[in-house]
Protein backbone atom coordinates (compact mmCIF):
# COMPACT_ATOMS: atom_id res chain seq x y z
CA UNK A 1 0.00 0.00 0.00
CA UNK A 2 1.50 3.23 -0.67
CA UNK A 3 -0.05 7.16 -0.10
CA UNK A 4 -0.77 9.05 -2.50
CA UNK A 5 1.02 12.31 -1.57
CA UNK A 6 1.17 15.35 -3.89
CA UNK A 7 4.54 17.15 -4.00
CA UNK A 8 3.30 20.17 -5.47
CA UNK A 9 0.12 20.34 -3.23
CA UNK A 10 2.95 20.28 0.05
CA UNK A 11 5.26 22.56 -1.20
CA UNK A 12 2.86 25.15 -2.92
CA UNK A 13 1.85 24.90 1.15
CA UNK A 14 4.56 25.38 2.66
CA UNK A 15 5.35 28.26 1.09
CA UNK A 16 2.31 29.84 1.58
CA UNK A 17 3.14 29.27 5.38
CA UNK A 18 6.32 31.42 4.95
CA UNK A 19 4.38 34.36 3.69
CA UNK A 20 3.03 34.53 7.63
CA UNK A 21 5.95 36.80 8.65
CA UNK A 22 7.65 36.65 5.71
CA UNK A 23 11.57 38.68 7.07
CA UNK A 24 12.01 39.81 3.57
CA UNK A 25 15.67 38.48 4.13
CA UNK A 26 15.84 35.43 2.17
CA UNK A 27 13.68 33.00 2.45
CA UNK A 28 13.41 33.01 6.54
CA UNK A 29 10.42 33.96 8.69
CA UNK A 30 9.51 36.35 12.26
CA UNK A 31 6.44 34.11 13.53
CA UNK A 32 7.06 34.35 17.49
CA UNK A 33 3.88 32.43 19.12
CA UNK A 34 0.95 34.22 19.63
CA UNK A 35 2.34 37.56 17.23
CA UNK A 36 -0.36 38.42 14.42
CA UNK A 37 1.65 36.37 12.19
CA UNK A 38 1.63 33.19 14.30
CA UNK A 39 -2.12 33.89 14.58
CA UNK A 40 -2.86 34.36 11.18
CA UNK A 41 -0.68 31.40 10.20
CA UNK A 42 -2.35 29.38 12.19
CA UNK A 43 -6.28 30.46 11.35
CA UNK A 44 -4.91 29.43 7.23
CA UNK A 45 -3.94 26.39 8.71
CA UNK A 46 -7.13 25.75 10.43
CA UNK A 47 -8.94 26.08 7.12
CA UNK A 48 -6.43 23.81 5.70
CA UNK A 49 -7.18 21.60 8.06
CA UNK A 50 -10.91 21.77 7.65
CA UNK A 51 -10.57 21.20 3.79
CA UNK A 52 -8.78 18.35 3.92
CA UNK A 53 -11.49 16.85 6.45
CA UNK A 54 -10.45 17.20 9.71
CA UNK A 55 -11.48 18.71 12.81
CA UNK A 56 -9.76 22.10 13.38
CA UNK A 57 -8.95 21.91 17.72
CA UNK A 58 -7.49 24.62 19.23
CA UNK A 59 -6.54 24.08 22.77
CA UNK A 60 -5.75 26.47 25.44
CA UNK A 61 -2.21 27.29 24.54
CA UNK A 62 -3.28 27.44 21.35
CA UNK A 63 -1.33 24.42 20.20
CA UNK A 64 -3.71 23.83 16.67
CA UNK A 65 -4.95 19.83 15.78
CA UNK A 66 -6.42 18.58 12.62
CA UNK A 67 -8.24 15.46 14.23
CA UNK A 68 -9.30 12.58 11.93
CA UNK A 69 -11.86 10.42 13.97
CA UNK A 70 -11.63 7.37 16.26
CA UNK A 71 -8.15 6.52 16.97
CA UNK A 72 -5.08 7.98 14.34
CA UNK A 73 -1.63 8.10 14.28
CA UNK A 74 -0.49 11.86 15.43
CA UNK A 75 1.76 13.60 13.33
CA UNK A 76 2.93 17.49 13.30
CA UNK A 77 5.63 19.84 14.72
CA UNK A 78 5.08 23.76 15.31
CA UNK A 79 4.79 26.56 13.50
CA UNK A 80 5.85 29.40 16.02
CA UNK A 81 9.46 30.87 14.67
CA UNK A 82 13.06 32.13 16.02
CA UNK A 83 12.93 36.02 16.34
CA UNK A 84 15.12 35.30 12.98
CA UNK A 85 13.62 32.23 12.21
CA UNK A 86 14.34 29.96 8.82
CA UNK A 87 11.43 28.81 7.29
CA UNK A 88 11.32 25.32 7.41
CA UNK A 89 12.06 24.93 11.33
CA UNK A 90 8.90 23.15 12.39
CA UNK A 91 7.03 24.98 9.25
CA UNK A 92 7.94 21.06 7.28
CA UNK A 93 6.75 18.88 9.88
CA UNK A 94 3.52 20.80 10.34
CA UNK A 95 2.46 20.65 6.62
CA UNK A 96 4.11 17.24 5.84
CA UNK A 97 1.71 16.14 8.42
CA UNK A 98 -0.98 17.99 6.53
CA UNK A 99 -0.37 16.20 3.06
CA UNK A 100 0.41 12.97 4.64
CA UNK A 101 -3.50 13.48 6.74
CA UNK A 102 -4.74 14.55 3.78
CA UNK A 103 -3.45 11.87 1.12
CA UNK A 104 -4.54 9.24 3.94
CA UNK A 105 -7.96 10.54 4.26
CA UNK A 106 -8.36 10.55 0.24
CA UNK A 107 -7.96 6.96 -0.20
CA UNK A 108 -9.42 6.55 2.75
CA UNK A 109 -6.88 5.47 5.22
CA UNK A 110 -5.48 4.91 7.61
CA UNK A 111 -6.73 7.45 10.36
CA UNK A 112 -3.78 10.21 10.41
CA UNK A 113 -4.42 13.52 12.75
CA UNK A 114 -1.83 16.41 12.34
CA UNK A 115 -1.09 19.26 14.83
CA UNK A 116 1.08 22.77 15.00
CA UNK A 117 2.26 22.95 18.71
CA UNK A 118 2.62 26.62 20.10
CA UNK A 119 5.72 27.82 21.32
CA UNK A 120 8.54 25.53 20.79
CA UNK A 121 10.91 27.63 19.78
CA UNK A 122 10.73 29.34 23.55
CA UNK A 123 9.32 33.05 23.79
CA UNK A 124 8.40 31.92 26.56
CA UNK A 125 9.86 28.76 27.79
CA UNK A 126 10.52 25.53 25.93
CA UNK A 127 8.71 23.79 24.00
CA UNK A 128 6.55 25.01 26.12
CA UNK A 129 3.09 24.05 23.82
CA UNK A 130 3.63 20.33 23.93
CA UNK A 131 4.98 20.60 27.56
CA UNK A 132 1.50 21.58 28.23
CA UNK A 133 -0.22 19.30 26.55
CA UNK A 134 1.73 16.59 27.68
CA UNK A 135 1.31 17.71 31.61
CA UNK A 136 5.37 18.29 31.52
CA UNK A 137 4.46 21.69 32.85
CA UNK A 138 0.94 22.89 34.86
CA UNK A 139 -1.01 25.47 33.00
CA UNK A 140 -0.55 27.53 35.87
CA UNK A 141 2.91 27.71 35.82
CA UNK A 142 3.34 28.10 31.98
CA UNK A 143 1.20 30.90 32.68
CA UNK A 144 3.64 32.76 35.03
CA UNK A 145 6.56 32.70 32.59
CA UNK A 146 7.44 35.73 30.88
CA UNK A 147 9.30 36.81 27.93
CA UNK A 148 12.25 39.04 27.54
CA UNK A 149 10.01 41.96 27.82
CA UNK A 150 8.18 41.18 30.47
CA UNK A 151 5.19 39.84 28.85
CA UNK A 152 3.39 37.08 31.18
CA UNK A 153 2.61 33.73 28.78
CA UNK A 154 -0.96 34.43 30.32
CA UNK A 155 -1.46 37.55 29.04
CA UNK A 156 0.16 36.61 25.28
CA UNK A 157 -2.35 33.80 24.88
CA UNK A 158 -5.63 35.79 25.66
CA UNK A 159 -5.62 36.87 22.27
CA UNK A 160 -6.68 33.26 21.48
CA UNK A 161 -10.25 34.26 22.27
CA UNK A 162 -12.98 31.93 21.03
CA UNK A 163 -10.56 29.71 19.23
CA UNK A 164 -10.24 27.89 22.12
CA UNK A 165 -12.09 24.62 21.62
CA UNK A 166 -10.29 22.56 24.81
CA UNK A 167 -8.54 20.12 25.90
CA UNK A 168 -7.53 17.12 23.23
CA UNK A 169 -6.89 13.62 24.88
CA UNK A 170 -3.70 12.26 24.40
CA UNK A 171 -5.60 8.78 24.40
CA UNK A 172 -6.65 9.03 21.12
CA UNK A 173 -3.35 9.29 19.12
CA UNK A 174 -1.65 5.88 18.85
CA UNK A 175 1.85 7.26 18.11
CA UNK A 176 4.00 10.56 17.06
CA UNK A 177 5.74 10.93 13.98
CA UNK A 178 7.82 14.26 13.45
CA UNK A 179 9.68 15.38 10.26
CA UNK A 180 12.06 18.06 10.58
CA UNK A 181 15.08 19.63 8.94
CA UNK A 182 18.48 18.08 10.73
CA UNK A 183 19.84 21.88 11.52
CA UNK A 184 23.08 20.51 11.82
CA UNK A 185 25.93 19.48 9.16
CA UNK A 186 25.98 16.44 9.37
CA UNK A 187 23.77 15.13 6.39
CA UNK A 188 24.62 18.08 3.82
CA UNK A 189 28.16 17.36 4.43
CA UNK A 190 28.36 13.45 3.74
CA UNK A 191 25.78 13.22 0.55
CA UNK A 192 22.86 11.15 2.94
CA UNK A 193 19.32 12.40 2.37
CA UNK A 194 17.25 11.30 5.07
CA UNK A 195 17.85 10.65 8.85
CA UNK A 196 15.86 8.45 11.65
CA UNK A 197 16.70 10.05 14.97
CA UNK A 198 17.63 7.56 17.81
CA UNK A 199 17.17 9.73 20.51
CA UNK A 200 16.87 13.72 21.56
CA UNK A 201 18.97 15.05 24.17
CA UNK A 202 17.98 16.98 26.90
CA UNK A 203 17.85 20.44 28.09
CA UNK A 204 18.04 22.54 30.86
CA UNK A 205 18.00 26.19 30.99
CA UNK A 206 17.64 29.12 33.89
CA UNK A 207 18.22 32.87 33.80
CA UNK A 208 21.54 33.85 36.29
CA UNK A 209 21.13 37.22 37.55
CA UNK A 210 24.67 38.94 39.27
CA UNK A 211 23.71 42.35 40.89
CA UNK A 212 26.58 44.16 41.41
CA UNK A 213 26.87 48.06 41.90
CA UNK A 214 25.42 51.26 39.11
CA UNK A 215 28.29 53.71 39.32
CA UNK A 216 29.77 55.86 37.38
CA UNK A 217 32.16 54.62 34.84
CA UNK A 218 34.23 58.14 34.78
CA UNK A 219 34.77 58.37 38.74
CA UNK A 220 34.61 55.05 39.96
CA UNK A 221 38.05 53.43 40.72
CA UNK A 222 38.50 50.01 39.49
CA UNK A 223 39.27 48.14 42.36
CA UNK A 224 35.79 49.76 43.77
CA UNK A 225 34.01 48.73 41.03
CA UNK A 226 31.19 45.79 41.39
CA UNK A 227 30.80 45.80 37.87
CA UNK A 228 27.97 43.29 36.90
CA UNK A 229 29.44 42.36 33.58
CA UNK A 230 32.92 41.58 34.92
CA UNK A 231 30.80 39.06 36.80
CA UNK A 232 29.47 37.47 33.89
CA UNK A 233 32.43 37.55 32.05
CA UNK A 234 34.77 35.55 34.86
CA UNK A 235 31.81 33.48 35.28
CA UNK A 236 31.43 32.21 31.52
CA UNK A 237 35.38 31.66 31.06
CA UNK A 238 35.70 29.74 34.54
CA UNK A 239 32.56 27.51 33.72
CA UNK A 240 34.64 26.92 30.13
CA UNK A 241 37.61 25.31 32.21
CA UNK A 242 35.83 23.57 34.64
CA UNK A 243 33.46 21.58 32.43
CA UNK A 244 36.24 20.36 30.22
CA UNK A 245 36.84 17.60 32.90
CA UNK A 246 33.00 16.55 32.38
CA UNK A 247 31.51 16.87 29.24
CA UNK A 248 31.67 14.98 26.16
CA UNK A 249 32.38 16.45 22.24
CA UNK A 250 28.63 17.21 21.69
CA UNK A 251 28.11 18.53 24.92
CA UNK A 252 27.17 21.88 24.40
CA UNK A 253 26.51 25.39 26.69
CA UNK A 254 24.98 28.76 25.42
CA UNK A 255 24.85 32.24 26.92
CA UNK A 256 22.20 33.52 24.14
CA UNK A 257 20.51 36.12 25.93
CA UNK A 258 21.96 38.72 27.98
CA UNK A 259 19.95 41.80 29.71
CA UNK A 260 22.55 44.86 31.28
CA UNK A 261 21.02 47.11 33.38
CA UNK A 262 21.24 50.09 32.57
CA UNK A 263 23.04 49.20 29.53
CA UNK A 264 24.72 53.03 28.91
CA UNK A 265 28.53 53.48 27.76
CA UNK A 266 29.19 55.31 30.79
CA UNK A 267 27.71 53.64 33.43
CA UNK A 268 29.50 50.81 35.32
CA UNK A 269 26.69 47.93 34.97
CA UNK A 270 24.99 47.43 38.51
CA UNK A 271 23.10 43.96 37.10
CA UNK A 272 23.45 41.64 34.11
CA UNK A 273 20.84 38.93 33.79
CA UNK A 274 21.40 36.20 31.21
CA UNK A 275 20.15 32.64 30.07
CA UNK A 276 22.61 29.85 31.17
CA UNK A 277 21.54 26.81 28.88
CA UNK A 278 23.03 23.29 28.61
CA UNK A 279 22.36 19.92 26.48
CA UNK A 280 23.62 16.59 26.64
CA UNK A 281 22.43 13.16 26.26
CA UNK A 282 22.36 11.60 29.28
CA UNK A 283 20.23 12.99 32.01
CA UNK A 284 23.57 12.48 34.79
CA UNK A 285 25.94 14.74 32.49
CA UNK A 286 23.30 17.66 32.88
CA UNK A 287 23.08 17.20 36.81
CA UNK A 288 26.85 17.21 37.27
CA UNK A 289 27.07 20.51 34.53
CA UNK A 290 24.21 22.11 36.78
CA UNK A 291 26.27 21.26 40.11
CA UNK A 292 29.39 23.12 38.25
CA UNK A 293 27.06 26.25 37.10
CA UNK A 294 25.69 26.64 40.43
CA UNK A 295 29.12 26.49 42.72
CA UNK A 296 30.90 28.52 40.13
CA UNK A 297 28.46 31.52 39.71
CA UNK A 298 28.21 31.57 43.84
CA UNK A 299 32.19 31.56 44.28
CA UNK A 300 32.21 34.45 41.31
CA UNK A 301 29.27 36.64 43.36
CA UNK A 302 31.26 36.03 46.67
CA UNK A 303 34.56 36.93 45.26
CA UNK A 304 33.59 40.43 44.36
CA UNK A 305 30.80 41.11 46.90
CA UNK A 306 27.96 40.98 44.58
CA UNK A 307 24.54 39.28 44.89
CA UNK A 308 23.60 36.34 42.63
CA UNK A 309 20.31 34.56 41.53
CA UNK A 310 18.95 31.55 39.64
CA UNK A 311 16.11 31.50 38.06
CA UNK A 312 13.65 28.71 37.79
CA UNK A 313 15.06 25.85 36.02
CA UNK A 314 13.29 24.44 32.56
CA UNK A 315 14.17 21.11 32.05
CA UNK A 316 13.64 18.00 29.62
CA UNK A 317 15.23 14.57 29.99
CA UNK A 318 16.77 13.10 27.08
CA UNK A 319 14.46 10.72 24.94
CA UNK A 320 15.03 7.11 22.76
CA UNK A 321 12.58 6.80 19.76
CA UNK A 322 10.50 4.10 19.60
CA UNK A 323 11.73 1.33 18.15
CA UNK A 324 8.38 0.52 15.67
CA UNK A 325 7.52 3.53 14.78
CA UNK A 326 11.52 4.24 13.61
CA UNK A 327 12.12 1.01 12.14
CA UNK A 328 9.01 1.80 9.93
CA UNK A 329 10.86 5.38 8.60
CA UNK A 330 14.33 2.98 8.04
CA UNK A 331 12.32 0.48 5.63
CA UNK A 332 10.63 3.55 4.27
CA UNK A 333 13.95 5.55 3.97
CA UNK A 334 15.77 2.40 2.24
CA UNK A 335 12.92 2.40 -0.30
CA UNK A 336 13.04 5.49 -1.26
CA UNK A 337 16.63 7.00 -0.84
CA UNK A 338 18.34 3.52 -0.78
CA UNK A 339 21.81 3.68 1.25
CA UNK A 340 21.46 6.92 1.54
CA UNK A 341 19.94 7.09 4.96
CA UNK A 342 21.21 7.21 8.46
CA UNK A 343 20.56 6.49 12.00
CA UNK A 344 21.32 9.88 14.04
CA UNK A 345 20.68 12.02 17.31
CA UNK A 346 18.79 14.69 17.46
CA UNK A 347 21.08 17.90 19.54
CA UNK A 348 18.24 20.03 18.82
CA UNK A 349 14.88 19.86 21.26
CA UNK A 350 11.68 18.46 19.78
CA UNK A 351 8.36 18.55 20.53
CA UNK A 352 8.31 14.51 20.04
CA UNK A 353 10.07 14.93 23.39
CA UNK A 354 7.32 15.56 25.52
CA UNK A 355 4.57 13.80 23.64
CA UNK A 356 7.03 10.77 24.17
CA UNK A 357 5.47 10.34 27.89
CA UNK A 358 2.16 9.51 26.60
CA UNK A 359 2.93 7.47 23.35
CA UNK A 360 5.35 6.05 21.23
CA UNK A 361 7.39 8.26 18.87
CA UNK A 362 9.81 9.01 16.33
CA UNK A 363 11.58 11.71 13.99
CA UNK A 364 12.68 11.90 10.63
CA UNK A 365 15.54 14.58 9.15
CA UNK A 366 16.33 15.48 6.25
CA UNK A 367 19.43 17.88 5.25
CA UNK A 368 20.04 21.40 6.25
CA UNK A 369 21.89 23.76 3.45
CA UNK A 370 25.44 24.30 5.02
CA UNK A 371 24.05 22.90 8.56
CA UNK A 372 22.14 26.53 8.78
CA UNK A 373 19.50 27.20 10.86
CA UNK A 374 17.65 29.59 13.33
CA UNK A 375 18.37 32.11 11.07
CA UNK A 376 17.01 33.39 7.81
CA UNK A 377 19.72 31.60 5.85
CA UNK A 378 18.32 28.26 6.70
CA UNK A 379 17.13 26.28 3.73
CA UNK A 380 16.74 22.76 2.27
CA UNK A 381 16.87 21.66 -1.38
CA UNK A 382 13.33 21.29 -2.54
CA UNK A 383 14.85 17.85 -3.89
CA UNK A 384 15.19 16.79 -0.43
CA UNK A 385 11.64 17.79 1.37
CA UNK A 386 10.22 15.94 -1.01
CA UNK A 387 12.45 12.69 -0.31
CA UNK A 388 11.40 13.21 3.23
CA UNK A 389 7.64 13.69 2.38
CA UNK A 390 7.38 10.06 0.25
CA UNK A 391 9.43 8.34 3.82
CA UNK A 392 7.34 10.15 6.02
CA UNK A 393 3.77 8.46 3.88
CA UNK A 394 6.41 5.39 3.16
CA UNK A 395 6.26 4.80 6.36
CA UNK A 396 2.22 5.63 7.32
CA UNK A 397 1.62 3.41 4.54
CA UNK A 398 3.96 0.60 6.81
CA UNK A 399 2.16 1.24 10.01
CA UNK A 400 -1.40 0.50 8.63
C1 LIG B 1 14.61 24.06 19.36
O1 LIG B 1 14.44 24.89 18.49
C2 LIG B 1 15.86 23.96 20.03
O2 LIG B 1 16.29 24.99 20.60
O3 LIG B 1 16.50 22.91 19.96
MN1 LIG C 1 11.89 23.04 15.39
MN1 LIG D 1 13.98 25.72 16.36
Redo the contacts with the bound molecule.
Keep these: MTLPVQPDRFLADLHKLRSFGASGTGKGVVRRAYTPADLDARDWLAEQIAAAGLTPHFDEMGNLFGLAEGPSLLMGSHSDSQPEGGWL ?1 GALGVIAALEVARAAKEAGGPAVSMVSFQD ?2 GRFGVTTGSAVWSGHMSQEAADRLTDTDGVTLAEARAVLGDRVAGPVEQGRFTGFMEMHIEQGPWLDAEGDRIGVVSDIVGIRSMMITFEGEQNHAGTTPMHLRKDAFQAMVTFAGRLNERFRNVVTPSTVWTNGHVTLHPNATSVVPGKVTFSMQWRDAETDRLGRMETIIRDTAREVAEETGMAVDFGDMLWLDPVAMDGRLKGALADAAEAVAPGKWREMPSG ?2 HDATNVAQHMPVAMLFVPSIGGISHDFAEDTAEEDLVTGLKVLAGAVARLG
Design positions: DEEAL
